[in-house]
C-alpha cells in the first residue's frame, strides 16, 4: 500500500518550509507535495532556539517562530499547509530511499512514490560518544539541534537558577546559548579547544573584544583544551567536568555544541557525496536527475570561491530552498545559483554579518576600543573576498554584501585601513577602485532577528553595564512572483 506525489520533501527543518513556500508561489496544485518530518511540529526558525526561547520571561514559543517568519514572510503554521493542500507527514522518519526507482518507505511501513525529490534533511549535533566521552544521556546534559533539545535545556535552566554551567565548544551555539545562559542568571566557563571562540571565522582582534565583553559579564574562559569526562552523583546526574588539562569544573548544566554532521546516510551509494555532503550542480540538483538537495546537506559550486563548498547557515538553506524550487517547477528561467556566502549572528548587544570567504590577508577597521562600529576585510590576490562588520545599519550591511560580490581591486591596504567601511561605499557607489599605491599590509552578518537590547558600552571593554533582553526571529524580506506551472 503506497501513495504518490510529484513531489517530496524528505526532511522538516528551515529548507523544507521555504521550499514549501516557494512550490505554492510556483503554481503547485493540491496534492502534489509531500514534506516528512521526524519532528512533531512543522518547520520552524531554528536560529529562534538559542536566543528567545531561552528567554526567562516572554519566551519565544510556537507558532510564533515557523518558517517563514525568519524572512518577514508568511508564517507557514499546521494550518496553512493544510490550506495549500501539502500534505504534511509529521514524526515520520524515512526508512530507506530507493533513488533507481524514485521510492522511499516510511518508519510506518508506507511506500511513498515521488516524480521530483527535495532532500532537505539537515545536520545532527555531534555527540560526545563520538569523541570517547561517555555522558550524553544524562539529564542535565543538553545539546541544541532541534526543539526537543530547546524544551530540555530550558527546563534545566529553570531549575538551576545561579548554579554552575560548563559550555563545552565556542561557536555559534556556545556563544549564543552562553549568552542566553547569563541571562538567566547563571555561572558560565566555556571550553575552547582552540586560542579563541569561533576560530573558524573570526580573527584574533575580533574574537578578543567579543570574549573581554563575555568576561565582563561573569564568563570564564578556559582555552586550549577538551573535555574528557565528566564526573555523576548517585543519579547519574553531572556534576563537574574533567579536563585535558587537569582542570576539573563544577556543573550544574553543562551545554555541548561541538559541531554537525550533514544527515547523508540514506543517500551513501546512490548519490555522489563530496565534502560531507551530497554533491549538486548550480541548480542544486544531485548526480541523480530527479533528486535535489538544499540547505546544510548538499555540496554546491560557489561562484565566489571557485570551488564546491558545504556551507552550514541558515541563509543559506532559505535560499538554496527556493532556488531548487524554482530549478524543479521553471528550469528555462532559472539560472545558476549564484550564492554570496553569508553568516550573522546575535549574542547580547552585539549583531555582526560577514560576507564572502575568510582567506587571505585581513584588515581591521573601525572602533574598536569603544566597541560601537567595527569590521575587518579579506583580501586575497589583490581582491576583496571577504567583510565582516559589527554594529552596522540594514543600509551598511547592505553595502558591505554588493562591495564583497563585486570583489574589487584592493591596492593600498593601509589605506583600506583607513578609509574603513567607505572603502565599500566608495567601491558601490561608483562601481570603481582607486588606484593607489601597493603598501605590505600590517597585523594581519543583515540581522537574524529583532532585539530589545542593552546598551553597548561606551568606553572600555571592563566597564559595562546594562541589562540584557534577547530575541524574536526576523530577517531578510524576499518576495517572489507567483505564476501557475503546469
Not at 543538553?142 to 527546563?155: E, G, H, I, P, Q
Amino acid at each position: 500500500m503506497g501513495r504518490a506525489f510529484v513531489y517530496v520533501i524528505v526532511g522538516g527543518g528551515v529548507a523544507a518550509g521555504y521550499a514549501a513556500l516557494e512550490f505554492t508561489r510556483k503554481g503547485v496544485s493540491d496534492g502534489e507535495l509531500c514534506i516528512i518530518s521526524e519532528e512533531p511540529v512543522a518547520p520552524y526558525e531554528r536560529p529562534a532556539l538559542s536566543k528567545g526561547f531561552l528567554l526567562p520571561e516572554d519566551p519565544t514559543r510556537l507558532p510564533s517562530f515557523h518558517t517563514c517568519v525568519g524572512s518577514n514572510d508568511e508564517i507557514l503554521t499546521p494550518k496553512w499547509y493544510k490550506e495549500h493542500g501539502i500534505e504534511l507527514l509529521l514524526g515520520t522518519r524515512v526508512r530507506s530511499v530507493d533513488v533507481r526507482r524514485n521510492t522511499l518507505v516510511s518508519s510506518t511501513g508506507e511506500t511513498i512514490s515521488y516524480n521530483f525529490l527535495i532532500i532537505a534533511t539537515g545536520a545532527r549535533a555531534l555527540k560526545l560518544e563520538e569523541f570517547g566521552v561517555e555522558g550524553s544521556d544524562a539529564e542535565n546534559v543538553c545539546y541544541l539541534r532541534d526543539l526537543s533539545d530547546a524544551n530540555k535545556l530550558a527546563t534545566v535552566i529553570q531549575s538551576n537558577s545561579n548554579g554552575n554551567a560548563v559550555v563545552i565548544g565556542g561557536g555559534y551555539i556556545g556563544m549564543e546559548c552562553a549568552a542566553s545562559l547569563v541571562i538567566n542568571k547563571i555561572n558560565v566557563t566555556m571550553v575552547l579547544p582552540g586560542a579563541h571562540c569561533m576560530a573558524r571565522l573570526l580573527t584574533p582582534k575580533i574574537a578578543t573584544l567579543y570574549e573581554d565583553y563575555y568576561s565582563s559579564k561573569g564568563v570564564k574562559f578556559v582555552k586550549g583544551t577538551v573535555m574528557t569526562s565528566f564526573e555523576f552523583d548517585s543519579d547519574k546526574k553531572v556534576t563537574a567536568v574533567n579536563l585535558k588539562d587537569g582542570t576539573q569544573l563544577p556543573a550544574d548544566l553543562v551545554v555541548v555544541g561541538i559541531g554537525i554532521l550533514p544527515n547523508t546516510s540514506l543517500f551513501e551509494g546512490q548519490l555522489i557525496i563530496e565534502k560531507g555532503g551530497i554533491k549538486v550542480n548550480s541548480k542544486m540538483q544531485s548526480s541523480d536527475s530527479s533528486v535535489y538537495a538544499i540547505g546544510d546537506v548538499a555540496t554546491f559550486p560557489v561562484k565566489l570561491y571557485g570551488e564546491m563548498r558545504r556551507l552550514e547557515h541558515v541563509d543559506s538553506a532559505r535560499k538554496s530552498a527556493r532556488h531548487a524550487v524554482s530549478a524543479i517547477m521553471e528550469p528555462e528561467k532559472t539560472g545558476d545559483f549564484d550564492y554570496l556566502p553569508c553568516f550573522y549572528s546575535r549574542f547580547f548587544a552585539f549583531s555582526w554579518q560577514f560576507y564572502g570567504d575568510h582567506v587571505g590577508e585581513v584588515v581591521h577597521f573601525g572602533e574598536y576600543e569603544e566597541g560601537k562600529v567595527f569590521g575587518a576585510y579579506w583580501v586575497k590576490e589583490g581582491h576583496l573576498v571577504g567583510t565582516f562588520l559589527e554594529g552596522g545599519s540594514i543600509e551598511e550591511y547592505e553595502t558591505i554584501s554588493k562591495a564583497t560580490e563585486m570583489k574589487p581591486v584592493v591596492t593600498d591596504m593601509e589605506e583600506l585601513a583607513r578609509e574603513g567601511l567607505r572603502f565599500a561605499q566608495t567601491v558601490v557607489s561608483q562601481q570603481v577602485v582607486p588606484e593607489v599605491e601597493v603598501v605590505q599590509s600590517s597585523e594581519i552578518m543583515r540581522q537574524t532577528s529583532t532585539v530589545a537590547m542593552m546598551e553597548k558600552p561606551l568606553h572600555a571593554w571592563h566597564a559595562v553595564s546594562g541589562v540584557v533582553v534577547a530575541a524574536s526571529v526576523t530577517a531578510f524580506a524576499f518576495w517572489y512572483g507567483n505564476k501557475k506551472r503546469r
